[in-house]
């Protein structure tokens, strides 16, 4: 494969065709599937639950810069998040914000 300016337009239209044929044809046969049907229902509880796993996974087995904070202090951070995005109306943008504020700020103050 050729470097510079030439290998990566080649790579980007390989990569361009992979994912856009995909996203093409998830258009071409969800189009009439029913947001209150049964199967969509259960795509989003699924894409809820994966997503769910993940958060937990990155809070009790960390990598990088995370695992250097205690685990308390990442349960601490998910609980005042969950707890924002419930009094909030379930505002998905200020329970990550908190949660990622507290998880700041609980890491700065313990680590003085």
Same mark, same amino acid.
């Given at each position: 494969?050729?470097?510079?300016?030439?290998?990566?337009?080649?790579? !980007?239209?390989?990569? %361009?065709?992979?994912?856009?044929?995909?996203?093409? $044809? @998830? =258009?071409?046969l969800?189009?009439n #599937?029913?947001?209150?049907?049964a199967?969509?229902r259960?795509?989003?509880?699924v894409?809820?639950? !994966?997503?769910?796993a %993940?958060?937990?996974?990155?809070?009790?087995?960390? $990598? @990088? =810069?995370?695992?250097?904070?205690? #685990?308390?202090?990442?349960?601490?951070?998910?609980a005042?998040?969950?707890?924002?995005?419930?009094?909030?109306?379930?505002? %998905?943008?200020?329970?990550?914000?908190t949660?990622?504020? @507290?998880l700041?700020?609980?890491?700065? #103050?313990?680590?003085v």
């Amino acid at each position: 494969m050729p470097d510079g300016l030439l290998g990566g337009l080649i790579l !980007l239209g390989v990569c %361009l065709i992979a994912h856009e044929s995909w996203r093409w $044809a @998830g =258009l071409a046969l969800g189009r009439n #599937l029913s947001v209150d049907s049964a199967v969509f229902r259960w795509v989003q509880l699924v894409a809820t639950a !994966l997503v769910a796993a %993940l958060v937990m996974r990155l809070v009790v087995f960390p $990598a @990088g =810069l995370l695992a250097e904070v205690v #685990l308390w202090i990442r349960l601490a951070a998910v609980a005042m998040g969950l707890g924002v995005y419930f009094t909030t109306g379930q505002s %998905l943008a200020a329970g990550v914000a908190t949660g990622a504020v @507290g998880l700041w700020a609980l890491a700065t #103050l313990t680590a003085v």
